[in-house]
């Protein structure tokens, strides 16, 4: 398999009508299981993997998401870029439930969660101020754009650590940080991306006002679920565009983040450790 595009979000989008030869891969990783199986199938001619964050069923909460493993199984079956549907919060009036944000900032206020593939006797400083692929940012962009009729062209996502929503106290401060949406999912799942030299992006599909608007129902499970069934069919024909606008990925340079980010002298990287991301280093170690 080579130059598949991945996609991780919700458990409803794997199953998407004409997607032919499709199969269930389970992939083995050196960080433990991935939330579930991965779905592979192929439309127009595209390769598409799904992996459903939560597990089929949503059964996995944030705080306990294997994302070193659901990053490592994309890389290991061959994804070459990564597409993130993540539901999310709104911090701002523009920004309406039902609207979508094409997320090109990340502020990580998680606390608990294992966020990088270097330890254990490796040391690794990826860039990250730019922390999104602008060449499938802007595909993602084009065709939401086909789909739905309001679109943001970027917005910074606040990742928090959940799973209680905020209070509101929290949601008051959170606004005048200036984040645009709040989620608790794509961190450090942009980070991972970025260190597997993986092209990612995120879609944020916003359901609710979270708790700050005065003249709006505090964040509600049910509002919130009636929002994401509503968007399911948005997100497979956004899917469906994106696999047939890739471009080839020269010139975006997310393949080659990792070409000066190895610090450690490399004969003093134990055996294991090398062994467990040769996936990832192999080609500079």
């Known amino acids: 398999m080579s130059d598949i595009l991945g996609i991780i979000g919700g458990s409803g989008l794997y199953e998407m009508e004409g997607m032919r030869n499709v199969r269930h891969v389970r992939v083995r990783t050196p960080f433990g299981n991935p939330s579930d199986a991965l779905v592979v199938g192929e439309i127009g001619g595209r390769t598409l993997a799904f992996l459903p964050r939560h597990g089929r069923g949503h059964r996995i909460p944030p705080s306990q ?136 992006a995120t879609l944020a599909l916003a359901t609710d006002y979270d708790c700050w608007h005065d003249s709006e129902e505090d964040v509600s499970i049910e509002s919130i679920l009636a929002i994401i069934r509503q968007n399911v069919e948005h997100s497979k024909r956004i899917i469906r565009e994106v696999a047939g606008r890739l471009p080839g990925r020269e010139g975006c340079g997310c393949s080659e983040t990792l070409r000066y980010a190895i610090i450690t002298d490399r004969k003093k990287i134990p055996a294991a450790t090398r062994n467990r991301l040769t996936l990832l280093l192999g080609k500079y170690l």
Not at 79 to 94: D, Q
Not at 115 to 123: H, K, L, M, R, Y
């Open 65 to 200: 998401i294997n994302f070193r493993a659901n990053i490592y199984a994309m890389k290991k079956i061959g994804a070459r870029r990564v597409l993130s549907l993540s539901a999310v919060g709104s911090m701002k009036e523009n920004i309406r439930p039902g609207d979508i944000v094409v997320v090109d900032q990340f502020y990580d206020h998680t606390r608990f969660r294992p966020n990088t593939f270097f330890s254990d006797g490796i040391v690794g400083h990826i860039p990250f101020a730019d922390p999104v692929c602008p060449s499938l940012a802007d595909v993602a962009y084009h065709s939401a754009r086909k789909v739905v009729k309001r679109v943001h062209r970027s917005g910074t996502y606040l990742c928090m650590e959940g799973p209680a929503f905020s209070t509101r106290a929290e949601s008051r401060i959170y606004r005048k940080w200036g984040v645009d949406v709040i989620g608790m999912t794509n961190m450090p799942e942009a980070k991972l991306a970025r260190e597997a030299e993986i092209c990612y």
